[in-house]
């Protein structure tokens, strides 16, 4: 299956909110993704708006041309702003105001009965709805029994692996993971840490169709641009 890169343009917003003024912007870096290959645009408006800004979302929802991904809390108040711009997805992820990144995946078992509820209600307003969860088979069944569209596999601990038995440990994790998503009829994207060195496994799961990667592009940019990072990422993830 082909993949899309879903290019987060996160760290473009960081930059400029370190000295707080309008530049580098990440709409220009969007644009710039597109045009390099990026098949979908992904941004976290975090509730305490540390990069991404309400601005941001509002012009980007008007000049993306391919797929705008939200990444937001499940809460009330992000729902509300969901429905007024559309994106059109919207990825569910854990936060903590306290942390540098998203550390984990959603624990949905738990929270069943409330993401059940913000599922329905953003699918209501024709917005495609995934969760950001961990490669655990418990987490895919209510994943999928909270009737969420898609999940998006945390691969952090594939990244962070320290030696090949575990990378190829926690790799199995994932690929079982998306097989057993895709059977139940979810769709699979994964995301967290991938970088130019650790993509193509991932890369060659057949169920996986979007991968969603911030970091490692934008400083990838920093060093040769950032259509050329894109470019070389997208390489990458079409060698099988």
Do not use: W
Request: contains cysteine; hydrophobic residues 40%.
């Amino acid at each position: 299956m082909a993949q899309r890169l879903g290019v987060n343009v996160d760290h473009v917003a960081t930059l400029r909110q370190a000295r707080r003024v309008s530049y580098p912007d990440p709409v220009t870096a969007a644009m710039l993704a597109e045009l390099a290959g990026a098949e979908q645009i992904t941004i976290h408006l975090r509730e305490d708006r540390r990069h991404i800004q309400d601005r941001d979302l509002r012009i980007l929802r008007d000049t993306v041309q391919t797929v705008l991904n939200l990444e937001m809390a499940a809460s009330a108040e992000m729902v509300k702003v969901a429905y007024e711009f559309k994106p059109d997805t919207v990825t569910l992820v854990p936060e903590r105001r306290e942390e540098l990144t998203t550390e984990g995946g959603l624990d949905v078992s738990s929270q069943r009965d409330q993401l059940t509820k913000l599922i329905k209600n953003l699918k209501d307003g024709d917005i495609v709805v995934s969760l950001f969860i961990d490669p655990d088979l418990d987490q895919i069944r209510a994943s999928h029994r909270c009737n969420a569209d898609r999940v998006e596999l945390h691969t952090g601990r594939y990244c962070e692996a320290r030696n090949e038995k575990d990378r190829q440990k926690e790799l199995s994790r994932i690929v079982d993971a998306a097989k057993a998503a895709a059977k139940l009829g979810l769709g699979v994207a994964a995301g967290h840490g991938l970088n130019y060195e650790n993509v193509r496994p991932i890369a060659r799961i057949q169920e996986i169709d979007e991968l969603n990667i911030g970091h490692a592009l934008v400083a990838r940019a920093v060093l040769v641009g950032l259509e050329r990072a894109v470019r070389e990422m997208i390489h990458l993830m079409s060698e099988k």
